[in-house]
């Protein structure tokens, strides 16, 4: 499976933008990029994914490197409610596996 | 806004006990996934299924069983449960598989203890 590498912490002040950066250097031509987010004492929850172009949605901003071994989440003004632990996941490569391998992500703190 | 729903939320098991914990959706998605998460960890696979009928292992299945008997429910059944299975299970869904970048959508999470 391609895997990802990410830090283990970040802090951010609130209302500042926060980049959350991923290593994959490992990734396949047809892999996805997702990123999910699990807040405290809860179950993950999506927040974007892409394959080679920038992303926008409401909660967030994906940019992939041109040569797709690293991307960067970027949460534009951050708020209490997004200190979470964030996951850079590739799609599994295995044929006929359908799962997400999650890693030990990123630990956000985002302070007042 | 149902979506995943999982039973129960907090349960205490004694060694080789066996209970199962339930898991139901009602977005009519094909795919279902158990995972646990052990303290301080990311989330592992125990089994996923595909459809109804059809289920498959996944990173860690030992001491566990599924069963997919309708679109909806997923049960995962711990058979002589044993300390190392003291973890919180969620349950997961999905349209289809990942592999097209689907979203999977989680439960709220079971945690359990087995002492």
């Known amino acids: 499976d391609a895997k990802t590498t990410q830090p283990n912490s970040m802090e951010s002040n609130e209302e500042e933008p926060v980049h959350l950066p991923c290593n994959h250097s490992t990734i396949s031509g047809t892999d996805y990029i997702h990123w999910y987010r699990q807040l405290p004492s809860q179950g993950p929850e999506y927040v974007i994914h892409?394959?080679?172009s920038n992303v926008n949605n409401r909660m967030a901003s994906l940019a992939i490197a041109e040569d797709r071994k690293s991307s960067t989440l970027i949460l534009h003004r951050a708020t209490l409610r997004d200190a979470a632990v964030y996951y850079c996941?590739?799609?599994?490569?295995?044929?006929?596996?359908?799962?997400?391998?999650f890693g030990k992500g990123t630990k956000l703190s985002v302070i007042p | 806004n149902a979506g995943v729903t999982q039973t129960p939320k907090f349960r205490i098991l004694k060694i080789g006990q066996s209970m199962t914990l339930q898991c139901t959706q009602d977005m009519n998605h094909n795919y279902m996934y158990w995972y646990r998460q052990d303290p301080g960890m990311g989330l592992k696979l125990i089994y996923y299924s595909v459809g109804a009928g059809i289920t498959d292992k996944g990173e860690v299945p030992n001491g566990y069983n599924v069963s997919r008997s309708t679109t909806e429910d997923f049960p995962l059944r711990l058979e002589l449960a044993a300390p190392s299975q003291t973890s919180v299970y969620f349950c997961?869904?999905?349209?289809?598989?990942?592999?097209?970048?689907?979203?999977?959508?989680f439960g709220e999470g079971s945690w359990l203890t087995v002492v």
């Open positions: 996941i590739l799609r599994d490569g295995v044929a006929g596996s359908y799962q997400l391998t």
């Open positions: 892409g394959l080679t």
């Open positions: 997961a869904s999905s349209y289809s598989g990942v592999i097209s970048g689907n979203t999977i959508y």
